[in-house]
């Protein structure tokens, strides 16, 4: 049971590149979601899933893109990075209610 | 508005010593409230949820209070070690949706010194 993984670790992008961050959970979570982490800041929630093919958007939405094709996966994509997108991001999952949130280790990314 | 409000900051203690962190919210209809754990350069680990109906629960050294009447909660660590360093979320969640949505804190940053 590896919980949620996160790849990859550390990006360097140009402004304007696009690319992809990948998210894998093997604990048959219907919810996943996308979070940034800025200094000085609580996580902010940018996309979310209740299950295979739903999606919806959070708090700071603009400037990525996500799919949910199946359980397991929720791809986060920036489409045209900008330093404003120079972030750590967060994935995690859970099941509803009191149950615990599985985050990933986190990817760390700089838009030069 | 729906916040999650977290004092102190920073702080830092000694090796050894007690320490309490705060966590005041506004979230409403509440429905849990959950401490996290981040250590530098990685992911929130969680700690602590509890429940409108719980007060207390605690994680070995780790014990969490909850006053839903005053919105308040406490994070207590007892005889803190050097490993305790590290970053301290406050996250709530509201009862209104299915899975609820998620308010989090800025953290309590804590540096434990030898």
């Known amino acids: 049971n590896a919980g949620v993984t996160q790849t990859p670790k550390f990006q360097v992008l140009k402004t304007g590149q696009s690319m992809t961050l990948q998210c894998a959970q093997d604990?048959?979570?219907?919810?996943m979601s996308w979070y940034r982490q800025d200094p000085g800041m609580g996580l902010r929630l940018i996309h979310y899933s209740v299950g295979a093919g739903i999606t919806d958007q959070g708090e700071v939405p603009n400037g990525y893109n996500v799919s949910r094709s199946t359980t397991e996966d929720f791809p986060l994509r920036l489409l045209s990075a900008a330093p404003s997108q120079t972030s750590v991001y967060f994935c995690?999952?859970?099941?509803?209610?009191?149950?615990?949130?599985?985050f990933g280790e986190g990817s760390w990314l700089t838009v030069v | 508005k729906n916040q999650v409000e977290q004092s102190p900051q920073s702080l830092i203690i000694l090796e050894g010593k007690n320490c309490t962190l705060q966590c005041n919210y506004t979230v409403s209809p509440f429905s849990n409230l959950r401490w996290y754990k981040q250590d530098t350069g990685r992911g929130p680990v969680s700690l602590t949820i509890m429940t409108f109906s719980e007060n207390t629960k605690s994680n070995g050294r780790y014990t969490a209070t909850l006053d839903a009447d005053t919105k308040q909660s406490s994070l207590h660590i007892t005889a803190s070690q050097l490993s305790d360093s590290a970053s301290y979320i406050c996250?709530?969640?509201?009862?209104?949706?299915?899975?609820?949505?998620?308010?989090f804190g800025r953290g309590t940053q804590l540096t434990v010194w030898p």
């Open positions: 996250v709530v969640s509201d009862r209104g949706s299915t899975l609820g949505r998620l308010y």
């Open positions: 604990m048959n979570h219907e919810y």
């Open positions: 995690a999952s859970r099941t509803g209610g009191r149950n615990t949130i599985y």
